[in-house]
């Protein structure tokens, strides 16, 4: 499968809906979609195509966010077997939830690539396909391009920049808060995703990193995300969360907050991950912040990392050691 690409626009390969029989009646029913403005109408019938009847979905997002309502919905559609729960799963509990369901197979999982804006998914991975790096094509009736986030210039294939897409079940705005909707559309609609990413020469996208969570040292950017899965190689380190701190001389330096196994505590030192990391990363990715070792990394309800809570935490100890009274 390829996407349709043009002018650095990458267009969904799916057709908005499928035609049927009685090719009049199907235009009646375009017809009416588009002139009630019921384009979220058809971007749902036709994303029945990601989930079969024989499907099981396991909901373990709260039904109070966009992910763990709109996909039930499209599940229930195709007549999909959704197995409901109280949200933030444990791997342990979700293992438990798959053998009880007996949902082994590879294929069965879907990646994705949504926002609240977007009331769900702007992109997803093929059915019957495997591969966790890609989140897949856009979905029916949305398109993406990557941009220079200084320049605005439309970027091509491998180039690495800010995630924009136009979609029919996109947000219009942010209630009552018109300078930040300003803020993320372009006269041309286009919603700045504030995630940097990339596709490959078939328009499937790769995400990177938030552009906010992105540090720069030297002069060179660099995608915590991946210092991060560098440090849970090691098998004594539960969880890393890389956040960049002001330094006079790498303008700034990655710093990594480490939870350690509770039963190897004072095992893992500060110089071993360090080196982990050195050994595999050019110079300007190295921890030049050091590493710090915590109890816990401070979450949204979601699972995303807190970063503004251990950078000022991390700030607010160095202040400290620095006063003299």
């Not at 049927?20 to 019938?45: C, M, N, S, W």
């Not at 808060?177 to 990413?197: L, N």
Request: one cysteine or more; charged letters at 25%; proline letters at 7%.
């Amino acid at each position: 499968m390829e996407a349709p690409i043009k002018d650095g626009v990458v267009s969904s390969p799916y057709p908005p809906v499928e035609l049927i029989q009685d090719e009049t009646l199907y235009q009646h029913i375009q017809k009416r979609f588009l002139e009630h403005g019921d384009k979220p109408a058809l971007v749902l019938i036709r994303a029945t195509e990601f989930f079969e009847d024989k499907d099981v979905v396991l909901e373990w997002n709260p039904l109070t966010h966009m992910c763990g309502f709109v996909i039930p919905m499209i599940a229930f559609l195709t007549g999909a077997m959704v197995v409901p729960s109280t949200g933030g799963l444990s791997p342990k509990e979700f293992v438990e939830i798959v053998n009880k369901h007996q949902v082994f197979e590879l294929e069965s999982l879907r990646n994705g690539y949504g926002m609240s804006e977007a009331i769900g998914f702007i992109c997803m991975t093929a059915p019957k396909t495997t591969g966790y790096r890609s989140v897949g094509y856009p979905v029916p009736m949305a398109e993406y391009k990557i941009i220079d986030n200084a320049s605005g210039r439309t970027l091509g294939p491998l180039e690495v920049g800010e995630i924009t897409f136009r979609a029919p079940h996109l947000m219009r705005g942010y209630y009552k808060r018109p300078d930040e909707t300003a803020q993320v559309f372009d006269e041309q609609r286009w919603f700045r995703s504030g995630d940097a990413g990339y596709y490959d020469r078939t328009g499937q996208l790769y995400i990177v990193e938030r552009l906010k969570d992105m540090i720069k040292c030297l002069d060179q950017q660099v995608a915590p995300a991946e210092l991060e899965a560098l440090l849970t190689q090691h098998p004594l380190v539960l969880e890393a969360a890389v956040v960049g701190i002001d330094h006079p001389e790498f303008g700034e330096a990655p710093t990594a907050f480490v939870v350690i196994e509770p039963s190897a505590k004072g095992l893992v030192s500060e110089d071993e991950l360090v080196r982990l990391v050195s050994d595999q990363t050019a110079f300007h990715k190295n921890l030049h912040g050091g590493v710090v070792f915590v109890d816990i990394i401070p979450k949204t309800d979601t699972g995303k990392y807190i970063r503004r809570k251990l950078r000022q935490g991390h700030l607010d100890l160095l202040k400290k050691s620095c006063y003299q009274p």
